[in-house]
């Protein structure tokens, strides 16, 4: 790789970065070129030698989600360590990232739902389907184990997995001072848990 190229894909995560910043300290309505570039340091005209042009960014963000979270959790799932073990790695893992990457549920759920673009629309589709499939692909393991309540059905558990992007963020704004992930994780899972036990083994 050339110190050009190696330049050039540092300074799209730069502007990937200042994306996600702008949109979780000042909202969506202020991403705007301008803004961008003075997060970033640089030319309005320099951000676009980088990317074509907002969709573009937004695409290029829907691909590190994909590749830094999804495959990831994807090798969680189809992994052969206890169900139990998946599922709270599986979790915590989302969580961090979410964390992490302050923004992208605002930046997935509203812009990229909502704009006209359906190329755009479909990654984000591919990207949630793909979640719920490794979520039920755990919760099935652990109730063919017997561990968890077989008469679940797994894709409506699944959906409350889903609701993670949403709740967490509530829960980021309602204690933005005392949040503590780790303490968030062991939480969501114990109740996760609870929901799961197979009643019959737990009376034996």
Same mark, same amino acid.
Request: proline fraction near 2%.
């Given at each position: 790789?050339?110190?050009?190229?190696? @330049?050039?894909?540092?300074?799209?995560?730069?502007?990937?970065?200042?994306?996600?910043?702008?949109?979780?300290?000042?909202?969506?309505?202020? +991403?705007?070129?301008?803004?961008?570039?003075? @997060?970033?340091?640089?030319?309005?005209?320099?951000? &676009?030698? %980088?990317?074509?042009?907002?969709? =573009?960014?937004?695409?290029?963000?829907?691909? $590190? #989600? =994909?590749? %830094?979270?999804?495959?990831?959790?994807?090798?969680?799932?189809?992994?052969?360590?206890?169900?139990?073990?998946?599922?709270? @790695?599986? &979790?915590?893992?989302? #969580?961090?990232? /979410?964390? @992490?990457?302050?923004?992208?549920?605002?930046?997935?759920?509203?812009? #990229?739902? %909502?704009?006209?673009?359906?190329? /755009?629309?479909?990654?984000?589709? $591919?990207?949630?389907?793909?979640?719920?499939?490794?979520?039920?692909?755990?919760?099935? $393991?652990?109730?063919?184990?017997?561990?968890? =309540?077989?008469?679940?059905?797994? $894709?409506?558990?699944?959906?409350?997995?889903?609701?993670?992007?949403?709740? /967490?963020?509530?829960? +980021? #704004?309602?204690?933005?001072?005392?949040?503590?992930?780790?303490?968030?994780?062991?939480?969501?899972?114990?109740?996760?848990?609870?929901?799961?036990?197979?009643?019959?083994?737990?009376?034996?």
């Amino acid at each position: 790789m050339t110190i050009q190229r190696l @330049e050039s894909g540092i300074r799209k995560e730069q502007i990937k970065k200042a994306v996600l910043n702008i949109i979780s300290t000042k909202g969506l309505a202020s +991403l705007t070129t301008r803004n961008l570039a003075a @997060e970033v340091g640089f030319s309005e005209g320099a951000i &676009f030698r %980088h990317f074509k042009n907002k969709k =573009d960014i937004i695409s290029s963000i829907i691909k $590190d #989600v =994909d590749n %830094h979270l999804v495959k990831i959790q994807k090798a969680i799932a189809y992994s052969n360590r206890p169900p139990e073990k998946r599922l709270k @790695e599986f &979790f915590c893992k989302h #969580v961090h990232y /979410l964390i @992490e990457n302050k923004g992208i549920t605002i930046l997935l759920f509203s812009e #990229v739902a %909502h704009m006209n673009e359906p190329r /755009l629309k479909h990654k984000l589709s $591919d990207i949630l389907k793909e979640q719920k499939k490794c979520a039920c692909k755990i919760l099935i $393991d652990g109730m063919k184990s017997k561990k968890w =309540d077989p008469s679940l059905n797994a $894709d409506n558990v699944a959906m409350l997995y889903m609701g993670v992007p949403i709740s /967490l963020n509530i829960e +980021l #704004v309602l204690n933005k001072n005392n949040f503590r992930e780790e303490h968030y994780c062991k939480s969501m899972i114990n109740l996760i848990s609870r929901v799961l036990v197979n009643n019959n083994i737990k009376s034996n």
